[in-house]
Each structure stands twice: as C-alpha cells, then as structure tokens.
C-alpha cells in the first residue's frame, strides 16, 4: 500500500506562484500515471493535470498556460508548479498515482490553496 505525501500549499496573493510536491512511497513509481486534482467548497473534485509513465501530459484548459506538472521519478515525486494564480484556483489540492493496469490507486491527504489579496 503506497502512502503519498503532498505539500506546498498556502495562502498566496492573486498573480502569485506556488509549487506544490507529492512523495510517494511507492518503489515502483516510475511506471504510474500521476495527476493533480482540486475540490473548491461545493463543487466535485476535477483533474487539473496528469502525466502518464511516457511523459504524456494532460491538462484542463482553466490551467493551460499557467500550471505545469512534471515528475521526478528518482526521487518518486511529483510536481504541480502554479503561476498567475487566480482566486478561482482556491480549492484543496489531492495528487494521485494510478495504474490501470494493475488496478491501483492512491491518493494524497490534500494540501489547501487559497489564492486572496
């Protein structure tokens, strides 16, 4: 049972930058899709952005442009760097590392992003 462990979340003023990482525990890190996802109060959790074990990156266009995720697969972590922030971006964020193949999925415990002047 991989543990993940994220990070990096705080309060930043609109336009602002943060970067948020996810360490995981799993060995074999490397061959897992990664992704980021948010909940903001009242709404369902969205994919803000993944990469599959090829490097393949997705992103959800409210992002594009100012979000970039990437991994570090010696050190099994992941990354979400945030720039231009907007307070629309507030919300809670979750990292998750999946295999379809294999079936397994674990997440983050979540790390909050409130995005304020």
């Known amino acids: 049972q991989a543990q993940l462990v994220d990070s990096g979340g705080g309060l930043v003023q609109p336009g602002g930058s943060l970067r948020l990482s996810c360490a995981a525990s799993?060995?074999?890190?490397?061959?897992?899709?990664v992704g980021w996802y948010r909940q903001a109060p009242g709404k369902q959790r969205e994919l803000v952005a993944s990469?599959?074990?090829?490097?393949?990156?997705d992103t959800v266009d409210s992002v594009k442009g100012r979000f970039a995720i990437s991994r570090d697969n010696d050190k099994k972590t992941m990354y979400l760097q945030m720039d231009s922030l907007k307070p629309e971006d507030t919300a809670v964020y979750y990292c998750?590392?999946?295999?379809?193949?294999?079936?397994?999925?674990?997440w983050g415990q979540g790390t909050q992003v409130t995005v304020s002047s």
């Open positions: 998750k590392l999946w295999h379809a193949g294999l079936g397994r999925e674990y």
């Open positions: 799993e060995n074999a890190f490397s061959v897992y899709a």
């Open positions: 990469m599959s074990a090829f490097g393949t990156i």
